[in-house]
């Protein structure tokens, strides 16, 4: 493929594996903190400060950034790559660490905090002579999280399973949780995806079986994470069995207006929603790429019925305002002679009709994962991310890891997702038939097989001799100049032992597809993970997040093994997920 001359590819010195305590990065390159965990928002009037021992109340934290930064975009503010607005979700919470006292015993106001500590924060930022600072206060700051109003729209909307007794008419919805990866509309809004929801639903012991087999699909019913549904019945499965069906959504956000309402957008199917991912067709419509990250889950696309009205100004927002609720869901089968189709999700086709249990088009978006099984969609490795070269349109998702691939009972390996008890993961693509996003077809093959290639049986294979080794891919960003960004979720549990022992902390990687190679340009702290990152339009800054550093083999109760970024030993702070801004130190392209 052609690239732009004089554009340098990946002419950083690669970072080691290292299992420091700390943000390393390349020679020439640094790191600064941004915007951590309980650090005001900026919203006027009202930027309560940290406290370090957690007392902030749940008022203060629908102020501050949440926790558990994740999916991140930098818009641009009049075209400029100095300012702009910073939208990121923040995905879950750590309860030992946002309460004074622990996790337990749940209480009203925990829970109120909790729901606060999620959902989205949008922040201004500006670059002046010493980097990038807060604005603060600016006038589109805003907090959107548990308990902020929003609206249903699209064929799902007023549905049967979405009316509660709090919203008999199943239009309306508070809040958004567990907000992960994301994606941005070309007119100029932020896509922001609820993953995993069901853990914050519960019941009682004797009442826990009564979620039915449609909510059981979503991981429902298997018992709660954290317990709200003790002290707000809303989570209560028994009582509100359809709660939970009005998330699960991709919630579209207007950034620039901190007035608006966020909309859950239903025509793009209900899953652990993971990336929304757009891109248009050759004839001008939109679609959306999608992953479902549970094992043996799918990928999706939505295609717009619509056109895509150009531009991104308050003018285009407006015209393209309910685009996203007119389409074609579909899901996709990876053959295994490398070709693969979308099959659509259409009540009434491939056996998706009354005799398999939909009433119509609205419940088979609320239960898309269903409608994907009858029509025999491929069960993968756990779709996290999704991505698109913007040079070729090729389009890139890690399959994170599926320990249960090939055991007793479960899926054997296929030839998309080719090894059993995969622990490392990997990267899949594929080519759309005629280059065109509305194709039904498409070619694919698999950009790296993750994993620690001198390990006997690991089965690793990258797309060159000149590729650090990495596990467990996540975040996955593609840059203007075509180079493909790679963040790694391997498990606490996992970091720095057994077969990851080789491959450090978590880390963000910087591959050129064109040549195969792949460098190490980042490693996180202790514990963390390394999820979401965006650069600016100059590509002279990187935005990227560290979610949950601390985060001990033993999982989120023991003590944590990091004190990053307030303190150097561990247990001398309580760890905060963070925003990060990475500069060369000379002003020049990050990663070439
Ligand atoms: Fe929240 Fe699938 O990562
Ligand atoms: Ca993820
Ligand atoms: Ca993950
Ligand atoms: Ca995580």
Request: net charge negative.
């Amino acid at each position: 493929r052609a690239r732009p001359a004089g554009d340098g590819r990946l002419g950083f010195e690669s970072v080691p594996a290292t299992l420091r305590d700390a943000v390393t990065v390349p020679p020439g390159y640094e790191a600064r903190l941004l915007y951590p965990w309980g650090a005001p928002t900026g919203i006027a009037g009202a930027m309560p400060a940290f406290a370090p021992d957690a007392s902030n109340s749940a008022a203060e934290q629908a102020l501050q950034a949440g926790m558990h930064h994740d999916g991140m975009h930098f818009f641009a503010l009049d075209g400029r790559a100095d300012r702009g607005l910073l939208v990121m979700n923040h995905e879950y919470t750590d309860e030992q660490l946002l309460h004074p006292e622990g996790a337990r015993p749940m209480t009203a106001d925990k829970a109120r905090k909790s729901l606060h500590a999620m959902g989205v924060s949008v922040i201004e930022v500006e670059l002046g002579p010493d980097g990038w600072r807060q604005v603060l206060p600016s006038r589109f700051a805003r907090r959107i999280h548990g308990h902020t109003p929003m609206r249903i729209a699209g064929p799902a909307r007023g549905s049967p399973l979405l009316r509660t007794a709090a919203d008999p008419a199943g239009e309306r919805v508070y809040g958004t949780f567990a907000n992960c990866a994301m994606g941005v509309t070309p007119w100029g809004t932020y896509l922001s995806c609820e993953e995993n929801f069901q853990v914050y639903f519960g019941a009682s012991k004797e009442a826990l079986p009564t979620a039915g087999a449609a909510q059981q699909r979503y991981g429902l019913g298997a018992g709660s994470w954290v317990d709200y549904w003790r002290v707000d019945e809303r989570f209560d499965l028994a009582k509100n069995p359809n709660e939970s069906n009005r998330f699960g959504w991709v919630v579209e956000i207007d950034p620039f207006d901190p007035a608006s309402t966020p909309v859950k957008r239903t025509a793009l199917g209900r899953k652990h929603q993971e990336s929304a991912t757009c891109t248009l067709t050759k004839d001008g419509r939109l679609a959306v790429y999608m992953g479902d990250d549970s094992n043996f889950e799918y990928i999706y696309k939505f295609v717009s019925r619509d056109k895509v009205r150009p531009g991104s100004d308050a003018a285009a927002r407006a015209a393209n305002r309910d685009l996203l609720d007119r389409g074609t869901l579909h899901v996709a089968r990876y053959d295994d002679d490398g070709r693969g189709r979308w099959l659509e999700l259409r009540h009434g086709l491939g056996g998706v009709d009354a005799d398999s249990g939909f009433a119509g088009q609205a419940e088979v978006l609320i239960h898309a994962r269903r409608a994907a099984d009858i029509v025999g969609a491929t069960r993968m490795d756990r779709p996290e991310w999704i991505a698109i070269d913007p040079a070729s349109g090729e389009v890139y998702v890690t399959l994170t890891h599926n320990v249960s691939r090939g055991r007793p009972g479960m899926p054997a390996a296929d030839a998309a997702n080719p090894r059993a008890e995969n622990i490392f993961g990997g990267i899949l693509r594929w080519r759309e038939a005629g280059g065109d996003a509305a194709a039904t077809s498409f070619a694919w093959d698999h950009f790296a097989l993750a994993g620690d290639p001198d390990l006997p049986g690991a089965g690793a294979r990258y797309p060159s001799a000149e590729a650090d080794a990495f596990g467990c891919p996540d975040g996955l960003h593609f840059d203007t100049g075509g180079l493909l960004w790679i963040q790694t979720d391997m498990s606490g549990r996992a970091i720095g032992q057994g077969p990851m022992a080789a491959l450090g902390n978590n880390q963000m990687l910087c591959a050129d597809p064109a040549s195969g190679r792949i460098k190490r340009f980042l490693v996180g702290p202790s514990g963390c993970e390394v999820t979401g990152c965006v650069l600016t339009p100059d590509r002279r800054s990187l935005f990227v997040n560290i979610q949950h550093p601390g985060e001990t083999r033993e999982g989120t109760s023991g003590t944590p093994n990091s004190a990053w970024p307030d303190g150097t030993l561990p247990g001398s702070a309580r760890p905060r997920s963070a925003t990060v801004v990475v500069r060369r130190r000379d002003g020049g392209i990050v990663g070439t």
